[in-house]
């Protein structure tokens, strides 16, 4: 059965006419589609069997009108090329899906201007809430939407202050254990490759590998820092040749990378140049993404529950619209994995 006019094109069935077609109020088709537990289930069978005969499809967009307010959540990621963030986006849809939400991604690429973008169309679209690895976590904008109606939660970042909820993980305590195993494996002067001057993450992570050095009885100085201007295989393979030119009397014996992708990019330049991983230079990456261990050499990575992080962070958010709210800011802690790459 199809529905058409006259002299037109078959137009799509609508509510009356799938109560049209089973005999029933137009209230009742409401109810098998928003409240199907009050209807009897025979009559339930009966609108149903004309919705698949008018191949009825709902007009979800209508309905999200109606009620000011869709059955969407986004979040605003920061390098949509990085697999820690599309992980982290995986936990999020696991709650997405558990409520009947659907997720929607966007990619700001470390971008403020970008960022501002999506945020201004997320909140146009009148989305359920907004989930986002902020360029800044402390961003006016922000708070702005929040305060206009809008939950926003902030992932993988903590911000200053107590506005928003904020899902993120210890990275001073992670740079920590990165450097604390490279010092247990013998060594005195290592590398820090990542871009700390602009990304906090990466800045914490850096933090925490000084304090591992400062523990060891160890200077500032046996940190050689190899800055980077993004966190890709390429800034790393470009990292690996810089640190490969330097005399071998002040070259370090171990890298720790700010991330995954950077500690790759290195363990190719190192296979290019002929250096061994880990007796010429052992190497710890960050997140431990699937490719950490399938590696040419295995990486030797701290690994952040990233999974957990995103669904972690999806359930604050649903947890905004509840009764007397209390923001949350959820820390946790992450593990170091030792493989190949630092074992001699």
């Not at 006019?5 to 088709?29: H, I, N, Q, W």
């Not at 605003?76 to 986006?89: Q, Y």
């Amino acid at each position: 059965m199809t529905v058409q006019e006259s002299g037109a094109e078959p137009r799509a069935a609508g509510m009356k006419d799938v109560a049209a077609a089973a005999g029933v109020s137009l209230g009742t088709v409401s109810n098998v589609l928003n409240r199907p537990d009050r209807v009897s289930p025979a009559t339930r069978a009966k609108v149903e069997a004309a919705m698949t005969a008018l191949r009825f499809v709902r007009n979800e967009s209508a309905r999200q009108l109606r009620a000011g307010r869709s059955r969407v959540l986004a979040y605003v990621m920061l390098d949509g090329s990085n697999p820690f963030f599309t992980d982290v986006a995986a936990g999020m849809e696991d709650t997405a899906d558990a409520g009947d939400l659907s997720l929607f991604l966007c990619n700001s690429a470390h971008q403020p201007s970008r960022e501002a973008a999506y945020l201004g169309r997320l909140e146009q679209q009148r989305v359920q809430g907004i989930l986002i690895t902020p360029v800044d976590p402390d961003a006016p904008l922000l708070g702005e939407i929040a305060r206009r109606g809008t939950p926003v939660v902030v992932v993988d970042r903590t911000p200053g202050g107590t506005t928003h909820c904020s899902v993120a993980v210890d990275d001073v305590y992670g740079g920590e254990l990165a450097v604390r195993h490279l010092i247990e494996q013998g060594h005195e002067r290592i590398a820090f490759i990542g871009n700390h001057t602009t990304v906090g993450q990466v800045r914490d992570r850096r933090l925490g590998a000084l304090r591992a050095l400062q523990a060891a009885g160890l200077g500032p100085d046996r940190l050689v820092d190899l800055t980077t201007t993004a966190l890709t295989v390429a800034d790393g393979r470009g990292a690996g040749e810089r640190l490969a030119g330097l005399p071998a009397a002040v070259r370090p014996t171990a890298a720790f990378c700010a991330n995954d992708l950077v500690a790759l990019g290195l363990l190719q330049t190192c296979a290019n140049l002929r250096m061994r991983v880990p007796q010429d230079l052992a190497i710890v990456g960050y997140d431990d993404i699937e490719f950490a261990a399938a590696a040419a050499v295995p990486l030797t990575s701290v690994r952040q529950p990233r999974r957990r992080l995103g669904r972690t962070a999806a359930e604050l958010l649903l947890a905004e619209a509840e009764p007397g709210h209390e923001h949350r800011q959820v820390v946790f802690t992450p593990e170091l994995v030792v493989r190949a790459s630092t074992l001699r």
